[in-house]
């Protein structure tokens, strides 16, 4: 199995700052997965975090607004950028062994 | 495109009553076939997956490729039971990507 850790578990945030979010793992992954789940909604995925590359983004989903970093195989940051309301959700952090997929406790923002 | 459909937001059934959670999917190729589910204040956790054909609190789930369904079936609920399923997919789980596509969930309540 994976234990995933995230900080913070959740924040209050002023629109136009930003807030990064980090994901700690108890073993060394190759892939880690970053998921936004908006209120009532489903979780979507929102990038693939590759160690010693650049973050692969799903569509609707760019690196300015959401940057990724992968500095090795048990960390990944995620940044959100110049915060609007829109952006209040839960962001999930997962990693994928053994055939599972494990999920982060997850990050609840709230932009104000 | 891959997609899965959750028809019912909301469920509500009485304690010891059978339950049963649709899930429905759209994948060209073989899916890997996962239910999650999310307890309150909790972290979102592996259910089911398809591949290993197993039975977890109770909960069954086969796929039905010809319908393309994945229903999660327990013949009686229980007050535990209650919390958010989610069905979610995936391609061949080949080496270390996980990414899933997940439905919009269903909130399952057992009541007394």
């Known amino acids: 199995s994976a234990v995933i850790s995230q900080k913070p578990s959740r924040d209050i945030c002023q629109r136009g700052t930003s807030l990064t979010i980090q994901c700690q793992v108890d073993s060394q992954v190759t892939m880690m997965f970053w998921y936004r789940q908006q209120p009532g909604q489903s979780l979507t995925l929102i990038a693939t975090a590759n160690q010693g590359s650049e973050a692969t983004y799903e569509s609707g989903f760019v690196i300015d607004k959401f940057p990724i970093s992968r500095p090795n195989l048990t960390f990944s940051t995620l940044t959100v950028s110049n915060m609007s309301p829109e952006d209040s959700s839960i962001y999930l952090c997962?990693?994928?062994?053994?055939?599972?997929?494990?999920f982060g406790q997850g990050t609840r923002l709230t932009v104000v | 495109a891959q997609r899965v459909t959750q028809p019912e937001k909301l469920l509500s059934v009485f304690k010891g009553a059978p339950v049963e959670l649709k899930c429905n999917y759209s994948?060209?190729?073989?899916?890997?076939l996962f239910w999650y589910v999310q307890y309150s204040r909790q972290r979102l956790q592996l259910l089911l997956r398809?591949?290993s054909r197993e039975s977890i609190k109770g909960f069954t789930a086969d796929l039905n490729k010809g319908e393309t369904s994945f229903h999660l079936k327990k013949p009686f609920a229980q007050e535990e039971d209650s919390a958010m399923y989610y069905c979610a997919l995936s391609g061949p789980l080949r080496g270390s990507n996980y990414k899933l596509t997940f439905g919009k969930g269903t909130l399952l309540t057992v009541n007394p």
């Open positions: 997962s990693v994928g062994k053994g055939g599972w997929a494990f």
């Open positions: 398809h591949i």
């Open positions: 994948y060209s190729g073989s899916p890997e």
